[in-house]
């Protein structure tokens, strides 16, 4: 698997560390990996990993440099919305895609980490972050919340996935809870039953300040063994 496009089912589900974790235990097996964020919204001007953003929270628990941000607007929105508040030209996802292919050509993987979840807009036209993964035949990881509502909101991102004819390449709790709660319980065997198989990954909340080794390691724990982990949920 040269190129993985992780995507959530919505803003705040935990893609960033997930990504973090699969670009970790990549590294830890010699993998030459690259990650790509294609636009970062919410974030003033700047250059990862030295400006804050998605890319420099994995460069801080991966100590990983082949970083790439193809696009920035200050404003929290959807891409196509922030970049049109802004006054800039919103991303070609077209020549990202191009991008991309490019970079795999050298490493062993390329993660492509989406903003929001696998339907929002990058342009006026809507092209989504499901189109970059068509254009370049990658496989979708997809991030989920723990508790209330996550079944539907993961049912219909699978959905859309399968619509698409998009391979998903699982489905990993980005954010488990210290104590969870009954329905956190019932919601990972169900989550689970929506894959089709064992969780990808069912990573602990709080994980944003450790440093790489320690986020090594419990990596290694939350990710099943196909992404290089131990997990058994």
Request: charged content about 20%; overall charge negative; proline content about 8%.
């Amino acid at each position: 698997m040269s190129l993985l496009v992780i995507t959530g089912t919505g803003t705040g589900v935990g893609k960033t560390i997930t990504t973090a974790a699969v670009a970790a235990l990549a590294r830890s097996r010699g993998q030459r990996v690259a990650v790509v964020k294609p636009a970062q919204t919410g974030e003033p001007p700047g250059t990862p990993p030295a400006a804050p953003g998605d890319l420099a929270v994995v460069h801080a628990l991966t100590g990983l440099d082949d970083l790439h941000e193809l696009a920035r607007y200050p404003d929290p929105l959807s891409p196509e919305a922030a970049a049109r508040t802004a006054g800039q030209r919103p991303l070609d996802l077209r020549r990202a895609a191009d991008y991309v292919a490019a970079l795999a050509e050298d490493r062993d993987l390329v993660l492509v980490e989406g903003a929001g979840g696998l339907l929002v807009r990058y342009d006026p036209a809507g092209t989504t972050i499901a189109d970059l993964a068509a254009m370049l035949d990658a496989p979708v990881l997809v991030v989920t919340a723990a508790g209330l509502g996550t079944l539907n909101h993961t049912a219909l991102t699978l959905e859309a996935l399968a619509t698409r004819k998009l391979a998903c390449a699982g489905v990993v709790i980005g954010s488990w809870p210290d104590r969870p709660g009954l329905a956190e319980r019932c919601n990972a065997g169900d989550l689970a039953a929506l894959a089709g198989g064992p969780l990808a990954g069912v990573l602990p909340d709080g994980l944003g300040g450790l440093d790489p080794d320690r986020f090594l390691a419990v990596a290694r724990n939350g990710m099943a063994p196909s992404f290089g982990g131990t997990l058994t949920f």
